[in-house]
């Protein structure tokens, strides 16, 4: 069962048992559907409103890249299970099995790049949300500044997901560039959300 299908009160039921998935990084993206949800019922009671009929175009492509990155936010949870269950595995064997160590390094960048895609579409979220910030319903500021704040809540999730699998990696120079990049994005969301909520 994906987590699109799963019923929210079984998902939570898995997430709080002693099993290593669904785990931080089915929680990041989550937090991301959660947000184009958000932002998706922010447009609904924007589109069509006179008062607004100048940003109709922007509200519509905004509506359309919501609905996509729901759909990706989906994906990437599920993906990360499965990256995890890679890696756990091989944690299992031996440190000096021949398999655990030519697949280890491979199995956490596998791993470390789907928090990273995950970062990467909450600031897509974040930069859409950014252009609807005075061009949509004034009554739902709230939910567009709530939206935001799921957003990069999703960064920074993902980020410490990135962080804790680095830790684990032998190439250290794999392990500055992955860093680099996470943090670059959760500081990018970080400011985005703030620009929102103020």
Known sequence: MTLRTQPIDQFLKDLAAKEPTPG???????????????????????SGKKSLAEHAELHDDCMSF????????????????EAYEIVS????????????????????????????????????????LKT???????????????????????SRAAHWNVGINTLQMKNEEQKIDFFSQATALRDSCKELAHFIEH
């Open 89 to 128: 595995a091989l944690w299992k064997l031996p440190e000096d099995d021949e398999t655990r160590i030519e697949e280890w390094d491979d199995a956490l960048a596998h791993a470390i790049k789907i928090p990273l895609k995950t970062m990467a579409l909450s600031e897509r979220i974040l930069l859409t």
């Open 24 to 46: 931080g990084g089915a929680v990041a993206g989550i937090l991301s559907s959660l947000a184009t949800a958000l932002g998706t019922m922010v447009l609904k009671y924007s």
């Open 66 to 81: 919501l609905e996509e990155a729901k759909n990706e936010a989906f994906l990437l949870s599920d993906a990360d299970a």
């Open 132 to 154: 609807l910030v005075g061009n949509t319903n004034t009554m739902l500021d709230s939910d567009l500044a709530i939206a935001a704040i799921l957003a990069e809540s999703s």
